[in-house]
C-alpha cells in the first residue's frame, strides 16, 4: 500500500472512530460540542504552528548574507520540487537535525540545527533539505492538523462521557437496569479504548507521512542513496548526543530527538530508520 493511500485510510479509520465513539459517549450533541472545541484549539495551532514551533526550538532567522550556501542549496531545491523559497532559520545546538512548518507553502520555513551544516557532506544535506522541502508540499502539516482535530474531538468526547458518569448521566431514563448497565459498559469501553485507537492511528498516519516525505525528498534531490546516508548519521549522533527539545515539537524533525529507538514501533511517530533506509536504497 502507498504511503498516500495508507493515509487516506487511516484519515477514514479516525473519522469513523470518532462517528462511532461519538454516538456511544456524546450523542450528536456531544459530537458536534466536542469536534468545535477541538477545531478551535487546532485551528489557532495551525495557523500559528511556525512561530510557536520556531520559538520552542530557539532557531533564528538567517539572512542570505549569514548563511549564503544554505539559502542557495534550498533555492535550488525549491525551483526543483516547485515550491516559493521557505525562510531559513538556524537552530543553536551541535546534534544534527531539521525540521519544517508553515501552514501552505507561501508561509514555510526550514529550521536546520548547526550540527546538521558540520556534519553532512553536500549530497547528505540536500537529502535532508529536500524531505523538508517535500513535507512542505505534500501540506503535511495541514494533514497533521486534520488528524489533531479528530483524535483531540475524540479525546473530548471521552472526558464529557467521564464527567457524565460522575454525575449520574447514564441512568437509564425509564429506571431500566438492564439498559443502564449497558449503557454503563459501552460507555466505560470507549473511554478507554478510543482515545487510545485515536492516538495510535494519529501516529501511524504521521509514519506514513514520514515515509512519503522520504520519497518525494529523494525525488527532488535526485539522490535516494544521499538521504539514506544522512538518516543513518542523523541517528547515529542523536544517540550519542541527545537533543534538549521541547515535547511538542519533536515530531517535526526528520529524526525523532526523543524517540531514542526504544519506544514501540505503533507509538512512535516515526518509521525506523533501518526500515526508511531500506525503502530509499530501494529506489
Known amino acids: 500500500m502507498t504511503s498516500i493511500l495508507k493515509t487516506f485510510v487511516l484519515m477514514a479509520a479516525l473519522t469513523a472512530l470518532f462517528l462511532v465513539g461519538g454516538q456511544v459517549l456524546g450523542g450528536e450533541q456531544g459530537m458536534v460540542l466536542a469536534f468545535l472545541i477541538a477545531l ?12 510557536m514551533a520556531l520559538a520552542m526550538s530557539r532557531a533564528q532567522e538567517v539572512s542570505y548574507r549569514q548563511a549564503p550556501d544554505l539559502h542557495n542549496t534550498i533555492a535550488s531545491l ?3 520540487a516547485g515550491l516559493p523559497k521557505p525562510r531559513v532559520y538556524i ?12 501552514r501552505n507553502p507561501s508561509h514555510s520555513a526550514i529550521a536546520v540545527t548547526k550540527g546538521l551544516l558540520h556534519m553532512l557532506n553536500r549530497e547528505e544535506l540536500e537529502g535532508v533539505l529536500a524531505h523538508e522541502l517535500a513535507h512542505i508540499k505534500n501540506r503535511d502539516i495541514l494533514i497533521s492538523s486534520i488528524a489533531a482535530v479528530i483524535a483531540g474531538a475524540i479525546s473530548y468526547l471521552a472526558s464529557m462521557a467521564q ?3 460522575i454525575f449520574g448521566g447514564f441512568r437509564g431514563s425509564d429506571g431500566d437496569e ?9 460507555s466505560l469501553i470507549m473511554m478507554i479504548v478510543a482515545p487510545l485507537a485515536a492516538a495510535l492511528i494519529q501516529m501511524a498516519i504521521s509514519r506514513s507521512r514520514e515515509y512519503q516525505a522520504d520519497a518525494t525528498g529523494a525525488r527532488i534531490c535526485g539522490r535516494p542513496k544521499a538521504l539514506a546516508s544522512a538518516l543513518n548519521r542523523l541517528e547515529e549522533y542523536n544517540h550519542r548526543l541527545p537533543m534538549q527539545v521541547n515535547p511538542a515539537t519533536a515530531q517535526m524533525y526528520i ?3 526523543l524517540s531514542g529507538g526504544s519506544i514501540a514501533g505503533m507509538f512512535s511517530t516515526h518509521p525506523p530508520i533501518s526500515e526508511r533506509i531500506r525503502r530509499l536504497i530501494g529506489m
Open 40 to 51: 478551535g484549539m487546532n485551528f489557532f495551532a495551525y495557523w500559528f504552528s511556525d512561530k
Open 78 to 80: 525549491a525551483m526543483r
Open 91 to 102: 537552530i543553536p545546538g551541535q546534534t544534527p537535525n531539521a525540521f519544517a512548518t508553515g
Open 163 to 165: 464527567w457524565a458518569m
Open 178 to 186: 438492564d439498559t443502564s448497565a449497558a449503557g454503563l459498559l459501552g
Open 255 to 257: 529524526v525523532n530527538p
